[in-house]
Structures are given as structure tokens and as C-alpha cells.
Antibody, heavy 120, light 103 residues
Framework: EVQLLESGGGLVQPGGSLRLSCAASGFTFSDYAMSWVRQAPGKGLEWVSSILGSGGRTYYADSVKGRFTISRDNAKNTLYLQMNSLRAEDTALYYC?????????????WGQGTLVTVSS | IVLTQSPGTLSLSPGERATLSCRASQTVSSSYLAWYQQKPGQAPRLLIYSASSRATGIPDSFSGSGSGTDFTLTISRLEPEDFAVYYCQQSGVFGGGTKVEIK
């Protein structure tokens, strides 16, 4: 059974930093691209970033480009999201998701999310 | 690309048929469109990928269709557990969602 367990969320001041982690199990982690998708309170879904299985290529939404960095440690089956220069509009529940690159790219197997709140 | 979902809210009774629309601002290559269901307090769940392929474990009451810029998610007969918010997605873009509520 695929399991994704996010951690690292919390309250941070504007301009601050936070590092999210996602521990994966139940599948061969290095074989799959992974993504972060977020959802602001009461709002819809927003793709944030993706990384291929090898970790060689990364992709970012324009809203976070230059501030967020996605990475992975395949030896530890863990996905990361380093978030710098945080803004109030980054407040959201951040989901770790397995990203299926084939067939145009879709998201299957979601974690339960970790909440990031950016506020002074 | 922008994905526009309609209606914003759909009020139906259990047993009725639900038809949800997702319109893309430009042609979606090879019908690479997915649909998700999200219930309150839960993570989204993949229902349909490649416009019409059901994900693992999804009942056949859910079906997807469409091509080009117009796509549809149909729930043939609403069960109580089907009342939720539904999102379409293509590549890194999600639609705004359609809420299916009990009438």
C-alpha cells in the first residue's frame, strides 16, 4: 500500500523559511516522479512543483519559482520542499503526491497534507 | 492553459445523474485530462485520467469523455458518498472545481 506522510508544516512569519518532508513507502520511490500540490483554506488545488524519479529535472509553478526548491533523497525514500521568502499567499495545506508523467501527467496517491501558515 | 469548470455548484438528489463540464482555453493534447474527487477534510482522489480511463478501484458509475477543449465527467447514479467537490486537471493546471451537493 502506498503511503505518503508529510511533515514540517507550521506557523512562520512572512519572509521566513520552512522545509517540508514527505516520507514515502509501499512503492519503489526512485521509479516515480513526485509533486507538491497545495490548497489554500477554502480554495481549490494548485500545483506547486514536480521532480522526476532520478531527481535530475525539476519544475515549478510561476508563483513559487525562485523561492521554493524541490528535492528528493531516493536512498531515504523522502521528498522535500524548501520554501524561502514565504508570503501570506503561501498559506495552504501542502500535499505530497505521486506524479504519473505518462498520459500527460496526473496525480495519484496523495498524502494527508501538512499545513503551512504564513502570518505575523 | 486555463481550465473552466461548470457549473460551480450542482444540486441533485441521490440516484440522479450528474454531468460536470471542464473547458480548456486551448486544445488539450492527446486528451490528457484527469478528474479528482475531494470530500471535506480529505485529500483529493484520482477518478479518471487520459479523459476516459478510470483509476484503480473507481466504480463504473464514474465515466469521463471528451476531447480537444471540452471534457465531461458523468456520474450515472449519485450515491450518498458521491457528494463532494470535483476538479479537472491538465498538466500543471487545475480547474476551479464543481461542488455536487444534495438537493
Amino acid at each position: 500500500e502506498v503511503q505518503l506522510l508529510e511533515s514540517g508544516g507550521g506557523l512562520v512569519q512572512p519572509g521566513g523559511s520552512l522545509r517540508l518532508s514527505c516520507a514515502a513507502s509501499g512503492f519503489t520511490f526512485s521509479d516515480y516522479a513526485m509533486s507538491w500540490v497545495r490548497q489554500a483554506p477554502g480554495k481549490g488545488l494548485e500545483w506547486v512543483s514536480s521532480i522526476l524519479g532520478s531527481g535530475g529535472r525539476t519544475y515549478y509553478a510561476d508563483s513559487v519559482k525562485g523561492r521554493f526548491t524541490i528535492s528528493r533523497d531516493n536512498a531515504k525514500n523522502t521528498l522535500y520542499l524548501q520554501m524561502n521568502s514565504l508570503r501570506a499567499e503561501d498559506t495552504a495545506l501542502y500535499y505530497c503526491v505521486v506524479y504519473y508523467v505518462n498520459s500527460g501527467g496526473y496525480f495519484d496517491h496523495w498524502g494527508q497534507g501538512t499545513l503551512v501558515t504564513v502570518s505575523s | 492553459i486555463v481550465l473552466t469548470q461548470s457549473p460551480g455548484t450542482l444540486s441533485l438528489s441521490p440516484g440522479e445523474r450528474a454531468t460536470l463540464s471542464c473547458r480548456a482555453s486551448q486544445t488539450v493534447s492527446s486528451s490528457y485530462l484527469a478528474w479528482y474527487q475531494q470530500k471535506p477534510g480529505q485529500a483529493p482522489r484520482l477518478l479518471i485520467y487520459s479523459a476516459s480511463s478510470r483509476a484503480t478501484g473507481i466504480p463504473d458509475s464514474f465515466s469521463g469523455s471528451g476531447s480537444g477543449t471540452d471534457f465531461t465527467l458523468t456520474i450515472s447514479r449519485l450515491e450518498p458518498e458521491d457528494f463532494a467537490v470535483y476538479y479537472c486537471q491538465q498538466s500543471g493546471v487545475f480547474g476551479g472545481g464543481t461542488k455536487v451537493e444534495i438537493k
